[in-house]
């Protein structure tokens, strides 16, 4: 075979179809918890990811006016008061963050009737929202993009309406 010919064979033929590799599948979240359980330096990196998670939402609140309580922050008004905390999942693989409105004039209204508090994930676009309803403390630590998406999203979009209930009352839920 000449050296031409064995080049041309490298190219498909016209007409030939070309076959484009699928792109890997999402890794199977059970798969994940599981090697997280018996990962012995499981624990230190699940407390790393706490940290900085903390440190992020830390940094947000400031920027924000609430003030840090052991469990959340925290932010009062004169129709009531609005926080945010940390939900740490039931089996340490992740956590999510909620944003909760008392008002000072009971019963609540609106979406807090139904809800005692929201997910961040509901200020997520749709298409993002499922893989937001948490923050998996290994994406935290391999991942740092995914902390910072949920910064955004918590400091431009859901902060800024949780806090408008302090002087506006129940607001109408935010366009994402």
């Given amino acids: 075979m000449s050296v031409f010919n064995w080049i041309k064979s490298l190219w498909p033929h016209p007409g030939q179809p070309i076959e484009v590799p699928a792109p890997e599948p999402a890794p ?9 359980a018996h990962d012995p330096h499981f624990p230190e990196k699940r407390e790393k990811a706490i940290v900085a998670i903390n440190d992020a939402l830390t940094a947000v609140a400031a920027k924000h006016g609430f003030t840090a309580k052991p469990q ?3 932010k009062a008004g004169p129709l009531g008061q609005v926080s945010f905390y940390l939900q740490r999942s039931r089996f340490g693989f992740d956590t999510g963050i909620h ?3 008392h008002p000072t004039d009971l019963p609540s209204k609106g979406v807090w ?5 929201i997910p961040l994930a509901w200020f997520y676009p749709e298409a993002e929202a499922e893989a937001a309803q948490a923050l998996i403390y290994l994406d935290v630590l391999e991942q ?3 902390l910072r998406r949920a910064m955004v ?3 431009e979009t ?3 309406w949780l806090v408008r209930h302090l002087d ?3 607001v109408a839920e935010p366009e994402v």
């Fill in 72 to 74: 959340s922050w925290i």
């Fill in 113 to 117: 009737a139904e809800e005692e508090d």
């Fill in 153 to 155: 999203v918590l400091s």
């Fill in 144 to 146: 740092p993009e995914k």
């Fill in 99 to 101: 944003l909760v409105f």
């Fill in 28 to 36: 199977d979240p059970s798969v994940r918890i599981h090697k997280a």
């Fill in 168 to 170: 506006e009352g129940q």
């Fill in 158 to 160: 859901a902060l800024p």
